[in-house]
């Protein structure tokens, strides 16, 4: 019997596979991000990735191999040190729960009505959980015993970076349930991080999304390379449009924009960040346009 999958991956290709594994089914016809599949899934899907399938047997084989390769490369290009490694293995088998869940990945899960205690709380992912040498992840995250968390709460908190920040060191290596949640706890309670946190910086875009392309844009001027370029922005498809300048002048900005307008039309509204070029009289006589200014 054949299954036919639909898929599109987050790099949005699209494309048929014709398989009659039914696991591999269910995986690939999620829309699940890569970094959430089992280590060997993921790389099973990148090597999909380079086939366009309309029925093909696979080379499982070569797929597996390759896999191996990957799971190498994962595991080293990891932001932990061997030695941490290497305890982080050693405290999942002194983990009564990463104990047992390494048991459920080796020989298979009990029916979700069996699960006692914290195990519980690893149902919801038991599909991405795996076991690569020796170690039990989650996607490519090295899933964190419980003895350990305070430990690594306090690696990635190290800095005070904030709470993205310290998501963004967490989702490239680490996890557990709750970590989340106890990381902003942690951040909402440090004096340091709530001193450093951002001031809100106003929106580049505008908060009413254009129902059209090219009918509001975003305009400013910028230097790179000792050179004046003037930049172009459709608010609708974010598509740039970059010129150089000769000089910053209205009247040379004008110009430009000019042949910009040519190209793709007049606009309704340009926005600019009210530089002395755009506030000029010559560039509110060219102005056919609304112009607005981000502090209005
Ligand atoms: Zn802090």
């Not at 898929?7 to 398989?19: D, G, I, K, L, S």
């Not at 598509?239 to 000089?247: K, Y």
Request: proline share 5%; net charge neutral.
């Amino acid at each position: 019997m054949a299954f036919h999958v639909e898929t599109a991956f987050h790099v949005e290709t699209a494309f048929h596979v014709e398989t009659d594994h039914k696991p591999l089914v269910s995986l690939l016809s999620s829309n699940r991000r890569l970094e959430e599949l089992p280590l060997r899934v993921q790389r099973f899907r990148l090597r999909l990735m380079q086939y366009l399938i309309e029925e093909s047997t696979l080379l499982l084989q070569e797929v597996a191999i390759a896999s191996d390769e990957y799971v190498d490369h994962i595991l080293d290009s990891l932001p932990v040190q061997t030695e941490t490694l290497a305890k982080i293995r050693e405290q999942q088998d002194a983990d009564e729960t990463s104990y047992q869940l390494k048991q459920f990945c080796r020989k298979g899960w009990p029916p979700k009505h069996k699960l006692k205690g914290d195990i519980k709380k690893f149902w919801a992912v038991s599909s991405e959980l795996s076991v690569e040498e020796g170690l039990l992840l989650r996607g490519s995250r090295l899933v964190i015993p419980t003895s350990m968390q305070a430990e690594i709460l306090h690696k990635l908190h190290l800095g005070h970076l904030g709470i993205t920040k310290c998501r963004e060191r967490a989702r490239s290596a680490v996890w557990w349930p709750g970590i989340t949640s106890q990381l902003q706890y942690k951040i909402e309670h440090c004096s340091i991080c709530s001193k450093q946190r951002p001031i809100p910086v106003e929106p580049l875009f505008p908060t009413v999304f254009p129902s059209r392309p090219w009918q509001t844009l975003g305009t400013d001027l910028f230097e790179w390379g000792g050179r004046s370029f003037l930049l172009v922005v459709d608010y609708y498809s974010r598509n740039p449009e970059v010129v150089s300048l000769t000089n910053t002048s209205s009247k040379e900005v004008i110009y430009k924009m000019k042949a910009i307008f040519a190209r793709h039309g007049i606009p309704d509204e340009v926005r600019s960040d009210n530089g002395p070029q755009y506030a000029s009289e010559i560039f509110a006589k060219f102005a056919r346009v609304r112009l607005c200014a981000h502090n209005e």
